[in-house]
């Protein structure tokens, strides 16, 4: 009898740890820091590719369009807009990547300054994963913008990532 019921304990704690929790169930993992490398850092290389929205975009990826992108970037990650002089793209290890189901959203809103440094990044919409939100507030906090008179003007950076790449649709939110 006693035998029974040890093996019926033994089966019930099996059984309960099988399963993913429902709260497993999300579209967006975050990935486990790796233990030896160091943090990742947001790289200024760009790979150019032209996408339906004219954003610009890192690897394959192709996002739906938005009025007031610019056209895509170079390979020395200037773009075509004269106001953008140089933009970063989130370096995301594959494992990160691989995490992502269907297209994470991310936008950052930044000020800049007269000299067209970024001034201030704040998240304007944070999306569903910290880890994809801080990387995209790093690279934007590295943007340059063409010189002006305005004492601070505003630019929203919408980043989108997904399994293939990472598109940024910039747009000027004030005159």
Same mark, same amino acid.
């Given at each position: 009898?006693?035998?029974?019921?040890v093996?019926?304990?033994g089966?019930?704690m099996?059984?309960?740890?099988?399963?993913?929790?429902? =709260?497993d169930?999300?579209?967006?993992?975050? %990935?486990?820091?790796?233990?030896?490398?160091? !943090?990742?850092? +947001?790289?200024? @290389?760009?790979?150019?590719?032209?996408?339906r929205?004219?954003?610009?975009?890192?690897?394959?990826?192709t996002?739906?369009?938005?009025?007031?992108?610019?056209?895509?970037? =170079?390979?020395t990650?200037?773009?075509?807009? %004269?106001?953008?002089?140089?933009?970063?793209? !989130?370096?995301? +290890?594959?494992? @990160?990547?691989?995490?992502?189901?269907?297209r994470?959203k991310v936008?950052?809103?930044?000020?800049?300054?007269?000299?067209?440094?970024?001034?201030?990044?704040?998240?304007?919409?944070p999306?569903?994963?910290?880890?994809?939100?801080r990387?995209?507030?790093?690279?934007a906090?590295?943007?340059?913008?063409? @010189?002006?008179?305005?004492?601070?003007?505003?630019?929203?950076?919408?980043?989108?990532?997904?399994r293939?790449?990472?598109?940024?649709?910039?747009a000027?939110?004030?005159q």
């Amino acid at each position: 009898m006693v035998l029974a019921f040890v093996i019926l304990i033994g089966w019930l704690m099996t059984r309960r740890h099988q399963g993913p929790s429902r =709260s497993d169930d999300v579209g967006v993992l975050k %990935p486990s820091p790796p233990a030896a490398a160091s !943090p990742e850092k +947001p790289s200024p @290389a760009i790979e150019p590719q032209s996408s339906r929205s004219g954003g610009i975009a890192n690897k394959n990826s192709t996002p739906p369009g938005n009025s007031e992108v610019s056209k895509p970037a =170079s390979a020395t990650g200037e773009s075509d807009n %004269p106001d953008i002089v140089h933009q970063v793209i !989130p370096n995301v +290890p594959r494992s @990160a990547r691989n995490t992502i189901t269907g297209r994470v959203k991310v936008g950052v809103k930044v000020n800049v300054d007269r000299k067209g440094d970024v001034s201030g990044a704040e998240l304007a919409n944070p999306g569903p994963s910290q880890y994809f939100a801080r990387l995209a507030i790093e690279a934007a906090r590295q943007w340059r913008f063409q @010189a002006a008179q305005e004492p601070n003007r505003e630019w929203t950076l919408r980043f989108e990532f997904g399994r293939s790449g990472t598109t940024v649709h910039p747009a000027r939110t004030s005159q």
